[in-house]
T-cell receptor, first 115, second 113 residues
Framework: EAQVTQNPRYLITVTGKKLTVTCSQNMNHEYMSWYRQDPGLGLRQIYYSMNVEVTDKGDVPEGYKVSRKEKRNFPLILESPSPNQTSLYFC??????????????FGPGTRLTVL | QQQVKQSPQSLIVQKGGISIINCAYENTAFDYFPWYQQFPGKGPALLIAIRPDVSEKKEGRFTISFNKSAKQFSLHIMDSQPGDSATYFCAARRGGGYQKVTFGTGTKLQVIP
Protein backbone atom coordinates (compact mmCIF):
# COMPACT_ATOMS: atom_id res chain seq x y z
CA GLU A 1 0.00 0.00 0.00
CA ALA A 2 1.32 3.41 -1.01
CA GLN A 3 1.70 5.50 2.09
CA VAL A 4 3.60 7.97 4.20
CA THR A 5 4.35 6.72 7.71
CA GLN A 6 5.36 8.75 10.74
CA ASN A 7 6.65 7.65 14.11
CA PRO A 8 5.86 8.13 16.83
CA ARG A 9 2.21 9.11 16.49
CA TYR A 10 2.11 10.62 19.95
CA LEU A 11 4.97 11.96 22.04
CA ILE A 12 5.17 13.78 25.34
CA THR A 13 8.60 15.08 26.25
CA VAL A 14 10.30 17.72 28.36
CA THR A 15 12.03 20.93 27.42
CA GLY A 16 15.52 20.44 26.08
CA LYS A 17 15.41 16.69 25.47
CA LYS A 18 16.42 16.02 21.88
CA LEU A 19 13.95 14.08 19.81
CA THR A 20 13.50 12.79 16.28
CA VAL A 21 10.26 12.20 14.43
CA THR A 22 10.72 9.79 11.56
CA CYS A 23 8.98 9.95 8.20
CA SER A 24 9.14 7.36 5.48
CA GLN A 25 7.41 7.01 2.11
CA ASN A 26 7.24 3.96 -0.15
CA MET A 27 6.20 5.74 -3.36
CA ASN A 28 9.68 6.69 -4.60
CA HIS A 29 8.74 10.36 -4.36
CA GLU A 30 11.38 13.02 -4.87
CA TYR A 31 9.82 15.74 -2.76
CA MET A 32 9.18 15.57 0.97
CA SER A 33 8.05 18.22 3.45
CA TRP A 34 7.34 18.77 7.10
CA TYR A 35 4.46 20.89 8.37
CA ARG A 36 3.14 21.86 11.74
CA GLN A 37 -0.56 22.43 12.31
CA ASP A 38 -1.77 24.76 15.02
CA PRO A 39 -5.33 25.96 15.73
CA GLY A 40 -6.14 29.12 13.82
CA LEU A 41 -2.84 29.05 11.94
CA GLY A 42 -3.43 26.22 9.49
CA LEU A 43 -0.47 24.22 8.24
CA ARG A 44 2.88 25.91 8.13
CA GLN A 45 5.80 24.44 6.24
CA ILE A 46 8.89 23.82 8.34
CA TYR A 47 11.35 22.33 5.83
CA TYR A 48 11.16 20.66 2.48
CA SER A 49 13.46 18.50 0.40
CA MET A 50 13.60 18.31 -3.37
CA ASN A 51 15.84 15.24 -3.42
CA VAL A 52 18.51 13.37 -1.48
CA GLU A 53 20.85 15.82 0.24
CA VAL A 54 18.79 18.80 -0.99
CA THR A 55 16.76 20.59 1.67
CA ASP A 56 15.49 24.12 2.15
CA LYS A 57 13.68 26.15 4.76
CA GLY A 58 9.95 26.61 4.77
CA ASP A 59 8.15 29.37 6.62
CA VAL A 60 8.88 28.29 10.21
CA PRO A 61 12.25 26.48 10.33
CA GLU A 62 13.55 27.88 13.63
CA GLY A 63 14.25 25.18 16.20
CA TYR A 64 14.11 22.32 13.71
CA LYS A 65 16.60 20.35 11.65
CA VAL A 66 16.10 17.86 8.86
CA SER A 67 18.22 15.51 6.80
CA ARG A 68 17.61 13.57 3.62
CA LYS A 69 20.21 10.84 3.33
CA GLU A 70 17.91 8.40 1.60
CA LYS A 71 15.09 9.09 -0.82
CA ARG A 72 12.44 7.39 1.29
CA ASN A 73 13.26 8.95 4.68
CA PHE A 74 13.02 12.52 5.92
CA PRO A 75 13.40 12.76 9.70
CA LEU A 76 12.55 15.89 11.66
CA ILE A 77 14.93 16.67 14.52
CA LEU A 78 14.23 18.92 17.49
CA GLU A 79 17.61 19.41 19.15
CA SER A 80 16.27 21.31 22.16
CA PRO A 81 12.47 21.25 22.16
CA SER A 82 10.56 24.06 23.79
CA PRO A 83 6.88 24.32 24.78
CA ASN A 84 6.11 26.51 21.74
CA GLN A 85 6.91 23.49 19.58
CA THR A 86 3.92 21.65 21.00
CA SER A 87 1.93 20.96 17.88
CA LEU A 88 0.59 18.44 15.40
CA TYR A 89 3.23 17.57 12.82
CA PHE A 90 2.67 16.22 9.34
CA CYS A 91 5.09 14.79 6.87
CA UNK A 92 4.18 14.85 3.18
CA UNK A 93 5.67 13.58 -0.06
CA UNK A 94 5.01 14.25 -3.71
CA UNK A 95 6.35 12.95 -7.01
CA UNK A 96 7.41 14.82 -10.10
CA UNK A 97 10.12 16.90 -11.58
CA UNK A 98 10.68 20.61 -11.18
CA UNK A 99 7.80 22.64 -12.50
CA UNK A 100 5.41 19.70 -12.69
CA UNK A 101 2.23 20.05 -10.69
CA UNK A 102 1.89 17.19 -8.27
CA UNK A 103 -0.23 16.16 -5.33
CA UNK A 104 1.18 15.98 -1.84
CA UNK A 105 0.44 12.82 0.15
CA PHE A 106 0.31 13.38 3.89
CA GLY A 107 1.19 11.07 6.73
CA PRO A 108 -1.16 10.46 9.68
CA GLY A 109 0.44 13.08 11.90
CA THR A 110 2.50 13.15 15.10
CA ARG A 111 1.08 14.93 18.10
CA LEU A 112 3.95 16.36 20.13
CA THR A 113 3.65 17.86 23.59
CA VAL A 114 6.66 19.58 25.13
CA LEU A 115 6.35 20.21 28.87
CA GLN B 1 2.84 37.05 7.75
CA GLN B 2 -0.04 35.17 6.18
CA GLN B 3 0.47 35.07 2.44
CA VAL B 4 -2.74 33.14 1.82
CA LYS B 5 -5.81 34.47 3.57
CA GLN B 6 -8.76 32.12 3.95
CA SER B 7 -12.33 32.83 4.99
CA PRO B 8 -14.60 32.06 6.67
CA GLN B 9 -13.03 30.34 9.65
CA SER B 10 -16.13 28.18 10.08
CA LEU B 11 -19.21 27.49 8.02
CA ILE B 12 -22.51 25.77 8.67
CA VAL B 13 -24.54 24.73 5.64
CA GLN B 14 -27.72 22.75 5.30
CA LYS B 15 -27.68 19.49 3.40
CA GLY B 16 -28.16 20.18 -0.28
CA GLY B 17 -26.89 23.73 -0.02
CA ILE B 18 -23.81 25.33 -1.54
CA SER B 19 -20.67 25.77 0.56
CA ILE B 20 -18.32 28.55 -0.50
CA ILE B 21 -14.83 29.09 0.89
CA ASN B 22 -12.66 31.97 -0.27
CA CYS B 23 -8.92 32.51 -0.42
CA ALA B 24 -6.77 35.45 -1.41
CA TYR B 25 -3.04 35.54 -2.05
CA GLU B 26 -0.38 38.17 -2.49
CA ASN B 27 2.60 36.50 -4.11
CA THR B 28 2.33 36.46 -7.90
CA ALA B 29 5.05 33.78 -8.01
CA PHE B 30 2.51 31.16 -6.91
CA ASP B 31 1.76 28.77 -9.75
CA TYR B 32 -0.39 26.01 -8.29
CA PHE B 33 -3.42 26.30 -6.05
CA PRO B 34 -4.66 23.10 -4.39
CA TRP B 35 -7.47 22.57 -1.93
CA TYR B 36 -7.07 19.96 0.78
CA GLN B 37 -9.74 18.24 2.87
CA GLN B 38 -8.97 17.04 6.37
CA PHE B 39 -11.10 14.81 8.56
CA PRO B 40 -10.52 14.68 12.33
CA GLY B 41 -7.51 12.56 13.23
CA LYS B 42 -6.31 12.32 9.64
CA GLY B 43 -3.78 14.04 7.48
CA PRO B 44 -4.99 16.42 4.76
CA ALA B 45 -5.83 14.90 1.39
CA LEU B 46 -5.89 16.64 -1.97
CA LEU B 47 -9.40 17.48 -3.09
CA ILE B 48 -8.95 19.54 -6.25
CA ALA B 49 -6.33 21.88 -7.68
CA ILE B 50 -5.99 24.57 -10.33
CA ARG B 51 -3.27 26.42 -12.21
CA PRO B 52 -3.57 30.18 -12.79
CA ASP B 53 -4.04 29.86 -16.55
CA VAL B 54 -7.50 28.37 -15.94
CA SER B 55 -10.46 30.31 -14.51
CA GLU B 56 -12.53 27.36 -13.35
CA LYS B 57 -12.11 23.67 -12.68
CA LYS B 58 -14.89 21.28 -11.78
CA GLU B 59 -14.66 17.77 -10.37
CA GLY B 60 -17.98 16.29 -9.43
CA ARG B 61 -19.64 18.51 -6.82
CA PHE B 62 -16.43 20.49 -6.22
CA THR B 63 -15.49 23.56 -8.27
CA ILE B 64 -12.58 25.97 -7.99
CA SER B 65 -13.08 29.46 -9.35
CA PHE B 66 -9.90 31.43 -9.97
CA ASN B 67 -9.58 35.17 -10.50
CA LYS B 68 -5.97 35.94 -11.40
CA SER B 69 -6.35 39.71 -11.59
CA ALA B 70 -7.93 39.88 -8.15
CA LYS B 71 -5.55 37.23 -6.78
CA GLN B 72 -8.46 35.29 -5.35
CA PHE B 73 -9.74 31.76 -5.63
CA SER B 74 -12.63 29.94 -4.10
CA LEU B 75 -14.00 26.46 -3.52
CA HIS B 76 -17.65 25.75 -4.17
CA ILE B 77 -19.23 22.55 -2.90
CA MET B 78 -22.55 21.96 -4.60
CA ASP B 79 -25.27 19.82 -3.02
CA SER B 80 -23.33 19.71 0.25
CA GLN B 81 -23.64 16.47 2.20
CA PRO B 82 -23.02 15.61 5.88
CA GLY B 83 -20.03 13.53 4.70
CA ASP B 84 -18.44 16.75 3.45
CA SER B 85 -18.12 17.95 7.05
CA ALA B 86 -14.39 18.48 7.44
CA THR B 87 -11.76 21.18 7.56
CA TYR B 88 -10.77 22.62 4.20
CA PHE B 89 -7.46 24.28 3.45
CA CYS B 90 -6.54 26.30 0.42
CA ALA B 91 -2.88 26.43 -0.48
CA ALA B 92 -0.50 28.00 -2.94
CA ARG B 93 2.81 26.70 -4.21
CA ARG B 94 5.66 28.88 -5.31
CA GLY B 95 6.74 28.27 -8.88
CA GLY B 96 10.16 27.68 -10.38
CA GLY B 97 10.43 24.04 -9.37
CA TYR B 98 10.21 24.70 -5.67
CA GLN B 99 7.98 22.82 -3.28
CA LYS B 100 7.51 25.72 -0.92
CA VAL B 101 3.81 25.63 -0.12
CA THR B 102 1.79 28.13 1.88
CA PHE B 103 -1.53 27.07 3.37
CA GLY B 104 -4.51 29.11 4.43
CA THR B 105 -5.70 28.94 8.01
CA GLY B 106 -8.50 26.48 7.28
CA THR B 107 -12.30 26.47 7.24
CA LYS B 108 -14.25 24.07 9.39
CA LEU B 109 -17.34 23.07 7.44
CA GLN B 110 -20.34 21.48 9.09
CA VAL B 111 -23.18 20.24 6.91
CA ILE B 112 -26.33 19.70 8.90
CA PRO B 113 -29.11 17.34 7.79
Amino acid sequence: EAQVTQNPRYLITVTGKKLTVTCSQNMNHEYMSWYRQDPGLGLRQIYYSMNVEVTDKGDVPEGYKVSRKEKRNFPLILESPSPNQTSLYFCASSPGLAGVVSEQFFGPGTRLTVL
Amino acid sequence: QQQVKQSPQSLIVQKGGISIINCAYENTAFDYFPWYQQFPGKGPALLIAIRPDVSEKKEGRFTISFNKSAKQFSLHIMDSQPGDSATYFCAARRGGGYQKVTFGTGTKLQVIP
